[in-house]
């Protein structure tokens, strides 16, 4: 797995271009180089008008992937109460205005963490790659320039999730979301472009099934894990009930706490 990426600055650049490149330079440790000297191959992070993107030097015709929580489409689903009719807030549990404290243990661009957001739950990502890091973090800064109050429910934090969910500090956490990638046999359209790239640098979750236990452990009310309807469930370990779609299930473990 690549631990870093070189961080690249658009040819025509601002000085908030500028600005923001040192910023994600020096706390993530990227190695920061020129635009004439981005790579010709392999993957690099790019600053452009603002937005931290990831782009594959091979497909020069594929835009940058970005964290954008604020994307019309994402606004106009929060704006409609679709979120509730979302099968990841049917499966965390979420009945009325509950305020519940989420714990999102792979994040991935983070979208389904926004979609517990904006239904009214505080939501902690966990991500241990630097790099996904890096683009959910812009992902936060970006939102909070629009809005500071979605923005303020969401925090990140860097780290293996089976680690971090052992020694997990502050208030408590209501429900755990686990979503590991899972391996795409096939190469098609219908595998997003975002997946295929994430599973280029960073592999699938070979150790996902490590994620249940702590989850367990610390989750008050609830563990929900998505899987492939194809999959085995996570750890062998049978929950207490599933939510099926088309092509995914949630499988919930109820958590029973003394």
Not at 115 to 127: F, H, Y
Not at 213 to 237: F, I, M, Q, W, Y
């Amino acid at each position: 797995m690549l631990n870093s990426v070189p961080l690249v600055i658009a040819q025509h650049s601002t000085q908030d271009d500028t600005s923001l490149l040192n910023s994600i330079g020096n706390k993530w440790g990227f190695p920061v180089v020129s635009h004439s000297e981005k790579p010709a191959e392999g993957f690099y992070l790019q600053i452009q008008n603002g937005v931290l993107g990831l782009a594959d030097a091979s497909e020069k015709k594929v835009l940058p992937v970005e964290v954008d929580f604020a994307s019309p489409a994402s606004l106009y689903r929060k704006q409609h109460g679709g979120g509730r009719k979302e099968p990841i807030v049917k499966a965390i549990g979420l009945k009325g205005n509950e305020g519940w404290h989420v714990v999102d243990a792979t994040p991935g661009l983070g979208r389904d963490a926004f979609v517990l957001v904006s239904v009214g739950c505080k939501v902690t990502m966990i991500e241990r790659s630097p790099i996904v890091a890096a683009l959910l973090e812009d992902g936060i800064r970006r939102l909070a320039l629009s809005f500071p109050e979605l923005a303020a429910k969401m925090s990140l934090q860097h780290g293996n999730s089976a680690e971090v969910m052992q020694y997990f500090t502050g208030e408590n956490v209501n429900a755990i979301y686990l979503d590991p990638m899972f391996p795409h046999k096939k190469k098609s359209a219908l595998v997003k472009k975002e997946m295929r790239l994430f599973q280029q640098l960073l592999g699938h979750d070979a150790d996902a099934d490590a994620l249940l236990p702590p989850a367990l452990k610390l989750a008050t009310h609830r563990v929900v894990v998505k899987r492939p309807n194809s999959a085995d469930v996570l750890a062998g370990e049978k929950p207490s009930m599933a939510i099926e779609s088309k092509k995914h299930r949630f499988d919930v473990y109820l958590c029973q706490k003394p």
